[in-house]
């Protein structure tokens, strides 16, 4: 099978199913299914409908009783068709389907599938499943008519394409038997069963950044942020008990997370060697208002997000993010921004910014944990690759074990702000240890809101202040450059040329405006000084209005 992983632009219109003259609606009796099988009994759908039409389960009516007997599964293999398994209502089925499954062997192309109201112990999370590659997949919209558990995804042979799902406290594969790969256009979490937060599992382990085992093109939410439901988990929900051994690598690519949305890794043993990489590769601007979260143990208060530090965790298997902003058609670099705000920012494993900009909120529960890696790795051909912090306030800190220059290097936004005495403030990251590699480090000051910072520098330079922007516990390695953007490398105060300088400190990086030697200043920067300063006065940037004379 060739499009197990093949590329597939998740552009709106891919699962744009037209519902004109024609359509149909078809409902399966799985009341009847239950009552002639038995528990964890995996059937064929083709063996659903029998060839002499003696058997079905098949039904053009909720009522089932006008039957369908067409053994070719046409009716399945058609994009306008709308597909029902119960009678479309959210009466909860009175049978439990306890582990059942329906292995899909035909053609199966169509405009929607309607789940039926299952309750959570039925744990119906295998009851979709590819019986071999050559059987992809392909729903339109996968809609479900409650806020209870649905019928799931599952299997090693299982190949996807949805254009929308609503997840709720949903089972989009398991960690038991997760599916191959699967592109969703649309996916949108929802209230679940007690507030549960959904799960995915996919790939065999043999993905990657560039490879991933799901592709999603918007992950949003409405619901809570501060509740289960607005969780996309990698694993098991928030509500399951029992932890898992994850020593594989998964990868799941996603647009864009906007919303109440946020992503995590579920209960995992200590002893996992295993992680879920969440890669980010949105053109435009996205932000959520959601959480990253690593679960220590099971949460409570009806699956309320806690800001008490023991309900997350940086060990075990890891949770990793990647920056890489591409095009939507995935062949070149973009410029897009994904923000996270939410009060949970446990991001256990790395963090690689490749193109684009990442914001996380410095002050988050988790801030001070012990993480991963920093990776500014700026690919060839992108603009940027740029880290910053997406809380209003400004001076939060966010620690990492250690920084890695490699490639373009990258962009570090550092927002400056004065507190109640009037002293200088700014977002601060941390490496309890230090930072390596070689490149450029391009430290980008911002003012709180994020336009021209000019009066704090004015502050730094009146006061003599060297700003602390990075903790660390040894000083950086000679091969890395911190500097920061064109416009202020040299500021023109009262028409007077001061000079961005870096310390590169055991402790730290200090940054300060200062006058060097001439002889200084001219090795430094040779010509551009003076050619930045003519810049800044001609742009209107240096003392004008601003200035008091």
Known sequence: MQNSKKSLSLVAGIFAFSAAAGAADYYFNLEQFIADTGSADQ????????????????????????????????????????IYFGDGT??????KIESRSILVDVDFNVNSVWSCKVNYADAPTEFFKSASLENPITIGEYKNVSNSE??????????????????????????????????????????????????????????????PDIKIGTLSSSYNAALGSSLLLYGNTSFMISRIQLDTNHYAQIGAVTGTAGLGMTLTNESSAGSVTYILTGSSTSSTSGSIVQLAKVLENNNELSTDESYYTTAGAKLNLVMKSLTPDGTSYADGSQSFGGDIMVISGDVSVISGSLYINYAGVGNSMDKGVLRLAKASGANTARIGNSNGAVGGTYMFSALEVSDGGG????????????????????????????????????????????????????NEASLKVISWSQAAEAGINFTTTDDYLVYDYYGTDYYFTVTNAADGLYISYQIPEPGLAAAIFGGLAAALAVGRRMSGKAIQSRRKQ
């Not at 959210?90 to 049978?95: E, I, N, Q």
């Not at 190949?159 to 038991?176: D, N, P, Q």
């Not at 990251?429 to 910072?453: C, D, I, M, Q, R």
């Open 411 to 462: 962009t570090i936004q550092v927002r400056l702000d004065t507190n109640d005495d009037g002293g200088l403030i700014c977002d601060t990251l941390a490496f309890s240890e230090g930072a390596t590699g070689s490149g450029t480090v391009v430290l980008e000051l911002k003012n709180f809101n994020g336009n021209n910072p000019d009066d704090f520098i004015d502050l730094m330079i009146e």
């Open 90 to 95: 959210s009466t909860a089925l009175t049978s």
């Open 150 to 211: 649905t019928l799931g995804f599952a299997g090693s042979d299982t190949v996807l394409h949805i254009g929308t799902i609503t997840m709720r406290a949903y089972k989009f594969g398991s960690y038991a038997s997760p599916i191959k790969y699967a592109e969703v256009e649309n996916m949108v979490l929802n209230e679940g069963n007690n507030r549960k937060a959904s799960y995915f599992a996919a790939g065999d382990g043999s993905g990657s950044i560039d490879s």
């Open 43 to 82: 059937v064929n759908l083709s063996s659903t409908i029998s060839a002499d039409g003696s058997l079905t389960y098949w039904y053009s009516d909720s009522s089932f009783t006008q039957a369908v007997t067409d053994a070719s599964f046409s009716f399945l293999n058609d994009a306008q068709n709308d």
